[in-house]
């Protein structure tokens, strides 16, 4: 009787801890239990998911001459079973005319056999595939590891749903677009996005048409700062004139000679020399509409310049260090002519909850139509979850762990020494006078209250 009480005890504390805290469960009793499920159910799955091969002729005129019995099908191979803090990665050679997309088309059902959450695969490389399984629900309740990749200009921003993490890689994708409806996690995505940015070398630039609200409270880590159409005209028309006089030091800097190797001809910022390289430049526009809408012809003319020169920006800033980071709610053809152009630069794409199906081909009908169907059935309470994709075709669903304003003012803060003083900005640099005088009018204009 006493085994018994204490068997239902541990069954029960085990089935709480599972509620409760999933992460601790699976890294005390889940991914034991996972792996002898995987090991045990492994050749009856593969052979009932139709991932097997009949054995060879060989094999077979062996087992005649011999008398034995005739070997049955063949399942791909284990090279490697590998626990994480999030699941398992069980890494796969596959036999002669197998394929990687026969084991993404079978993880659904190789989620069923195995007991676990998810499960996601990838071709590492000819006739190796990496089948990565979850035993949680790892976007839940997002928890970054502690261990991060902190080389320069490439942001940890989120978790995908295969437990890895989701880096915002500014050398490898230089331009990017964030969509997402109201209320559902876009800016704290952007929080995230600063925040990770901050200890960073880098000048960031904002064009916040909403008065400055979601970017001013981190206006001390901003080398410049516009809150209004016709500010953003005229930072972005120094950003272009930056670009220029970035161009004129690469090609004077280039050493292009007989003694020179080709690696070390500069071709863009980060050839130069480190004590000469300009600082790289984040620009990070919120509501892109707000600059492309207008009622009146003057403010046509300005939208055009506006789209014009983020245009020159996305087709000619990568090898200046100047990398674009645009949010909004829509972002398509009806905001007018240039627009299109300018979704062509933006690279890396990223959609939250979105309200139309519309929204969704925007971000990734030219790069990745299944992933559109992935973007409108994102549920509305839970916000954060997005899905990330680029011009290769593959996505993810993410979701960036909640950071508080006061969290990202507290980081902006500890950081804004390393904010660099860019001369072709410094008219744009972020002033606290101006919201000072602006709450002390409304201070004397609101009505008193009992």
């Known amino acids: 009787m006493t085994w018994l009480m204490v068997a239902v005890v541990v069954v029960a504390a085990a089935g709480l801890l599972r509620w409760r805290r999933p992460a601790w469960y699976w890294l005390s009793l889940g991914v034991t239990f996972a792996t002898v499920r995987v090991l045990v159910r492994y050749a009856s799955v593969m052979d009932a998911c139709g991932l097997t091969v009949p054995p060879a002729r060989w094999r077979l005129a062996l087992a005649r001459m011999t008398r034995r019995e005739v070997p049955g099908p063949r399942s791909p191979r284990i090279l490697r079973l590998r626990p994480t803090?999030?699941?398992?990665?069980?890494?796969?050679?596959?036999?002669p005319g197998q394929d990687a997309f026969d084991v993404a088309a079978t993880t659904d059902r190789l989620r069923h056999s195995f007991g676990l959450y998810g499960v996601t695969s990838c071709e590492i490389r000819s006739g190796v595939v990496e089948v990565r399984m979850t035993g949680y629900d790892?976007?839940?309740?997002?928890?970054?590891?502690?261990?991060?990749?902190?080389?320069p200009m490439r942001i940890p921003v989120a978790l995908r749903e295969d437990g890895s993490v989701h880096y915002r890689d500014y050398r490898a994708v230089p331009h990017g677009l964030t969509l997402g409806a109201t209320e559902s996690g876009k800016s704290v995505y952007q929080r995230n996005l600063v925040a990770g940015l901050a200890p960073h070398?880098?000048?960031?630039?904002g064009i916040d048409c909403k008065q400055g609200v979601e970017l001013f409270p981190l206006a001390r880590r901003f080398s410049a700062l516009a809150d209004n159409p016709d500010t953003a005209l005229e930072l972005l028309e120094a950003l272009v004139t930056h670009m220029e006089e970035v161009y004129q030091l690469i090609r004077a800097e280039q050493r292009i000679s007989v003694a020179v190797p080709d690696a070390e001809i500069a071709a863009d910022v980060w050839d130069l020399p480190e004590d000469i390289r300009p600082v790289p430049v984040v620009v990070l526009v919120d509501e892109v509409a707000e600059l492309a809408l207008y009622a009146t012809k003057d403010e046509e003319k300005r939208r055009d310049r506006i789209i014009t020169a983020l245009v020159r920006l996305?087709?000619?800033?990568?090898?200046?260090?100047?990398?674009?980071?645009?949010?909004?709610?829509?972002?398509?053809?009806?905001?007018g002519k240039g627009i299109t152009m300018l979704r062509a630069q933006?690279?890396?794409?990223?959609?939250?909850?979105?309200?139309?199906?519309?929204?969704?081909?925007?971000?990734?009908?030219?790069?990745a139509p299944d992933a559109v169907l992935a973007a409108i059935?994102?549920?509305?309470?839970?916000?954060?979850?997005?899905?990330?994709?680029?011009?290769?075709?593959?996505?993810?669903?993410?979701?960036?762990?909640?950071?508080?304003?006061?969290?990202a003012v507290n980081i902006c803060n500890k950081h804004a020494h390393l904010t660099p003083d860019l001369p072709a900005l410094a008219a744009f640099r972020p002033a606290t006078a101006a919201v000072s005088s602006a709450r002390d009018r409304l201070s004397k204009t609101a009505p008193a209250t009992a």
């Open 85 to 95: 803090r999030t699941g398992l990665v069980l890494r796969l050679k596959l036999r």
């Open 138 to 151: 790892v976007l839940k309740r997002v928890q970054m590891p502690a261990r991060l990749d902190t080389r």
């Open 201 to 205: 070398h880098v000048a960031l630039v």
């Open 314 to 335: 996305a087709q000619l800033g990568r090898a200046a260090g100047i990398y674009l980071e645009i949010c909004g709610q829509r972002f398509g053809s009806e905001l």
């Open 346 to 367: 933006l690279t890396g794409r990223t959609a939250h909850r979105v309200n139309d199906e519309t929204s969704a081909n925007m971000a990734f009908g030219d790069i």
């Open 377 to 407: 059935q994102i549920p509305a309470e839970t916000r954060g979850l997005a899905i990330a994709g680029d011009s290769t075709g593959g996505w993810h669903r993410i979701r960036a762990p909640h950071t508080s304003l006061r969290e």
